[in-house]
Protein backbone atom coordinates (compact mmCIF):
# COMPACT_ATOMS: atom_id res chain seq x y z
CA UNK A 1 0.00 0.00 0.00
CA UNK A 2 0.82 4.06 -0.39
CA UNK A 3 3.37 4.85 1.99
CA UNK A 4 2.56 8.38 4.18
CA UNK A 5 4.82 9.58 6.88
CA UNK A 6 4.77 11.59 9.83
CA UNK A 7 7.47 14.01 11.84
CA UNK A 8 8.38 13.98 14.52
CA UNK A 9 6.70 10.93 16.18
CA UNK A 10 6.29 12.04 18.84
CA UNK A 11 7.19 16.06 20.89
CA UNK A 12 7.20 17.32 24.30
CA UNK A 13 6.64 21.14 24.56
CA UNK A 14 6.22 24.07 27.07
CA UNK A 15 2.61 25.79 27.02
CA UNK A 16 2.39 28.90 24.75
CA UNK A 17 4.87 27.47 22.35
CA UNK A 18 3.81 26.49 19.01
CA UNK A 19 4.65 22.59 17.61
CA UNK A 20 4.51 21.76 13.72
CA UNK A 21 3.93 18.21 12.77
CA UNK A 22 4.91 17.21 9.31
CA UNK A 23 2.78 14.75 6.80
CA UNK A 24 4.66 13.09 3.68
CA UNK A 25 3.26 10.63 1.29
CA UNK A 26 6.26 9.61 -0.72
CA UNK A 27 5.10 6.86 -3.17
CA UNK A 28 2.24 9.03 -4.51
CA UNK A 29 0.77 12.35 -5.52
CA UNK A 30 -1.69 13.39 -2.45
CA UNK A 31 -4.20 15.95 -3.67
CA UNK A 32 -6.03 15.90 -0.37
CA UNK A 33 -4.81 15.90 2.94
CA UNK A 34 -6.66 15.16 6.42
CA UNK A 35 -5.62 15.84 10.15
CA UNK A 36 -7.72 13.58 13.02
CA UNK A 37 -6.90 14.09 16.45
CA UNK A 38 -6.90 11.03 18.64
CA UNK A 39 -7.77 10.77 22.51
CA UNK A 40 -6.59 7.83 24.39
CA UNK A 41 -9.42 4.91 23.97
CA UNK A 42 -11.31 7.21 21.70
CA UNK A 43 -12.14 7.22 17.82
CA UNK A 44 -10.71 9.29 15.29
CA UNK A 45 -12.26 12.87 15.12
CA UNK A 46 -11.36 14.40 11.82
CA UNK A 47 -10.05 18.30 12.54
CA UNK A 48 -9.98 19.40 9.04
CA UNK A 49 -9.01 18.61 5.16
CA UNK A 50 -6.80 20.07 2.60
CA UNK A 51 -6.23 20.30 -0.74
CA UNK A 52 -2.94 21.42 -2.23
CA UNK A 53 -2.86 24.79 -3.51
CA UNK A 54 -5.93 25.95 -1.40
CA UNK A 55 -7.45 26.97 2.10
CA UNK A 56 -8.32 23.99 4.72
CA UNK A 57 -11.45 23.33 5.40
CA UNK A 58 -12.09 23.01 8.91
CA UNK A 59 -14.66 20.83 11.29
CA UNK A 60 -17.15 22.35 12.93
CA UNK A 61 -15.53 23.32 16.82
CA UNK A 62 -11.89 23.04 15.33
CA UNK A 63 -10.02 26.79 15.84
CA UNK A 64 -8.52 27.35 12.46
CA UNK A 65 -6.36 30.19 14.07
CA UNK A 66 -5.26 27.76 16.92
CA UNK A 67 -4.40 24.67 14.02
CA UNK A 68 -2.92 26.31 11.10
CA UNK A 69 -3.03 23.86 8.25
CA UNK A 70 -0.18 24.19 5.16
CA UNK A 71 -0.76 22.07 2.01
CA UNK A 72 2.24 23.57 0.44
CA UNK A 73 2.80 21.05 -2.12
CA UNK A 74 1.05 17.43 -3.67
CA UNK A 75 3.35 15.47 -1.01
CA UNK A 76 3.44 17.92 1.97
CA UNK A 77 1.19 18.63 4.39
CA UNK A 78 2.01 20.74 7.73
CA UNK A 79 0.23 21.35 10.94
CA UNK A 80 1.01 23.79 13.35
CA UNK A 81 -0.39 23.89 16.72
CA UNK A 82 -0.07 27.71 17.87
CA UNK A 83 0.20 28.38 21.29
CA UNK A 84 -0.24 25.27 22.74
CA UNK A 85 -1.57 24.48 26.34
CA UNK A 86 -2.06 20.98 28.28
CA UNK A 87 -5.16 20.51 26.71
CA UNK A 88 -4.18 20.40 22.99
CA UNK A 89 -1.87 17.06 24.49
CA UNK A 90 -3.20 13.98 22.00
CA UNK A 91 -2.25 11.87 19.18
CA UNK A 92 -2.55 13.93 16.36
CA UNK A 93 -2.61 11.81 12.14
CA UNK A 94 -2.66 12.93 8.98
CA UNK A 95 -4.12 10.85 5.88
CA UNK A 96 -3.68 11.07 1.92
CA UNK A 97 -5.21 10.23 -0.52
CA UNK A 98 -4.48 10.48 -4.19
CA UNK A 99 -6.72 11.26 -7.36
CA UNK A 100 -10.31 10.38 -7.98
CA UNK A 101 -9.85 7.17 -5.10
CA UNK A 102 -11.48 7.48 -1.98
CA UNK A 103 -9.12 5.37 -0.42
CA UNK A 104 -6.77 7.02 2.71
CA UNK A 105 -3.86 6.17 3.78
CA UNK A 106 -2.51 6.79 6.96
CA UNK A 107 0.61 8.58 8.67
CA UNK A 108 1.84 7.05 12.14
CA UNK A 109 0.89 9.83 14.46
CA UNK A 110 2.54 12.30 16.20
CA UNK A 111 2.12 12.30 20.46
CA UNK A 112 2.31 15.47 21.15
CA UNK A 113 2.62 16.59 24.91
CA UNK A 114 2.08 20.19 26.78
CA UNK A 115 3.80 20.61 29.78
CA UNK B 1 -23.92 14.86 8.30
CA UNK B 2 -23.00 10.91 8.80
CA UNK B 3 -23.08 8.79 11.63
CA UNK B 4 -21.55 5.56 11.92
CA UNK B 5 -22.30 3.13 14.95
CA UNK B 6 -19.88 0.24 15.99
CA UNK B 7 -20.53 -2.76 17.87
CA UNK B 8 -19.17 -4.84 20.02
CA UNK B 9 -16.86 -1.95 21.26
CA UNK B 10 -14.60 -4.78 23.11
CA UNK B 11 -14.50 -8.92 21.78
CA UNK B 12 -12.42 -11.44 23.02
CA UNK B 13 -12.01 -15.00 20.76
CA UNK B 14 -9.86 -17.28 21.46
CA UNK B 15 -7.09 -18.31 18.90
CA UNK B 16 -9.19 -19.81 15.86
CA UNK B 17 -12.30 -18.83 16.15
CA UNK B 18 -13.83 -16.48 14.20
CA UNK B 19 -14.40 -12.37 14.72
CA UNK B 20 -17.67 -10.11 14.22
CA UNK B 21 -17.79 -6.43 13.74
CA UNK B 22 -20.78 -4.79 12.99
CA UNK B 23 -21.41 -1.49 11.97
CA UNK B 24 -24.21 0.78 10.86
CA UNK B 25 -24.43 4.25 8.97
CA UNK B 26 -26.92 7.06 8.17
CA UNK B 27 -26.49 8.66 5.20
CA UNK B 28 -27.87 6.67 2.27
CA UNK B 29 -25.68 8.63 0.06
CA UNK B 30 -22.14 7.13 1.57
CA UNK B 31 -20.86 4.28 -1.07
CA UNK B 32 -17.21 3.68 0.57
CA UNK B 33 -16.74 1.54 3.47
CA UNK B 34 -13.20 0.80 4.83
CA UNK B 35 -12.04 -0.92 7.51
CA UNK B 36 -8.77 -0.18 9.34
CA UNK B 37 -6.49 -1.64 11.81
CA UNK B 38 -4.72 0.37 15.05
CA UNK B 39 -2.42 -0.80 16.64
CA UNK B 40 -1.13 0.80 20.20
CA UNK B 41 0.78 3.82 19.53
CA UNK B 42 0.21 3.69 15.65
CA UNK B 43 -1.80 5.07 13.19
CA UNK B 44 -4.81 2.87 11.70
CA UNK B 45 -3.48 0.71 8.86
CA UNK B 46 -6.17 -0.05 5.90
CA UNK B 47 -6.98 -3.60 5.97
CA UNK B 48 -9.75 -4.03 3.53
CA UNK B 49 -12.35 -1.86 2.13
CA UNK B 50 -15.67 -2.38 -0.25
CA UNK B 51 -17.83 -0.12 -2.15
CA UNK B 52 -21.37 -0.32 -2.60
CA UNK B 53 -21.91 -1.46 -5.66
CA UNK B 54 -20.62 -4.74 -4.39
CA UNK B 55 -21.85 -6.68 -1.62
CA UNK B 56 -19.13 -8.82 -0.50
CA UNK B 57 -15.18 -8.97 -0.19
CA UNK B 58 -12.77 -11.10 0.77
CA UNK B 59 -9.05 -10.98 1.40
CA UNK B 60 -7.11 -14.51 2.67
CA UNK B 61 -8.94 -14.33 6.23
CA UNK B 62 -10.43 -10.87 6.13
CA UNK B 63 -13.91 -10.42 4.87
CA UNK B 64 -16.70 -7.47 4.87
CA UNK B 65 -20.10 -7.37 4.27
CA UNK B 66 -22.40 -4.57 2.80
CA UNK B 67 -25.91 -4.73 3.07
CA UNK B 68 -27.38 -1.04 1.23
CA UNK B 69 -30.75 -1.90 2.18
CA UNK B 70 -29.99 -2.00 6.25
CA UNK B 71 -27.44 0.02 5.80
CA UNK B 72 -25.17 -1.93 8.05
CA UNK B 73 -21.46 -3.30 6.59
CA UNK B 74 -19.74 -5.81 8.53
CA UNK B 75 -16.27 -7.06 9.36
CA UNK B 76 -15.41 -11.11 9.81
CA UNK B 77 -12.25 -12.68 10.46
CA UNK B 78 -11.91 -15.85 10.26
CA UNK B 79 -8.95 -18.26 11.94
CA UNK B 80 -7.91 -15.91 14.47
CA UNK B 81 -4.40 -15.25 15.47
CA UNK B 82 -2.86 -13.44 18.78
CA UNK B 83 -1.92 -11.17 16.28
CA UNK B 84 -4.61 -9.70 14.85
CA UNK B 85 -5.26 -8.28 18.41
CA UNK B 86 -5.66 -4.82 18.02
CA UNK B 87 -8.42 -1.67 17.40
CA UNK B 88 -10.72 -1.75 14.39
CA UNK B 89 -12.09 0.78 12.81
CA UNK B 90 -15.09 1.18 10.62
CA UNK B 91 -15.66 4.22 8.23
CA UNK B 92 -18.24 5.12 5.79
CA UNK B 93 -17.86 8.69 3.20
CA UNK B 94 -19.27 9.22 0.04
CA UNK B 95 -17.41 8.87 -3.53
CA UNK B 96 -17.02 12.81 -3.54
CA UNK B 97 -13.57 14.44 -4.90
CA UNK B 98 -12.75 15.13 -0.91
CA UNK B 99 -13.31 11.68 0.16
CA UNK B 100 -14.20 12.57 3.84
CA UNK B 101 -14.76 9.61 6.24
CA UNK B 102 -16.50 9.16 9.26
CA UNK B 103 -15.40 6.52 11.91
CA UNK B 104 -16.98 4.45 14.56
CA UNK B 105 -16.39 4.31 17.70
CA UNK B 106 -13.87 0.82 17.00
CA UNK B 107 -13.59 -2.79 18.59
CA UNK B 108 -10.66 -3.57 20.80
CA UNK B 109 -10.29 -6.73 19.70
CA UNK B 110 -8.24 -9.28 21.94
CA UNK B 111 -7.18 -13.19 20.52
CA UNK B 112 -6.32 -15.32 23.36
CA UNK B 113 -3.84 -17.94 22.09
Known amino acids: GAVVSQHPSWVICKSGTSVKIECRSL??????MFWYRQFPKQSLMLMAT?????????EQGVEKDKFLINHASLTLSTLTVTSAHPEDSSFYIC???????????FGPGTRLTVL | GENVEQHPSTLSVQEGDSAVIKCTYS??????FPWYKQELGKGPQLIIDIRSNVGEKKDQRIAVTLNKTAKHFSLHITETQPEDSAVYFC????????????FGQGTILTVHP
Open chain 1, 27 to 32: DFQATT
Open chain 2, 91 to 102: AAGRGTSYGKLT
Open chain 1, 50 to 58: SNEGSKATY
Open chain 1, 95 to 105: SARGGLTDTQY
Open chain 2, 27 to 32: DSASNY
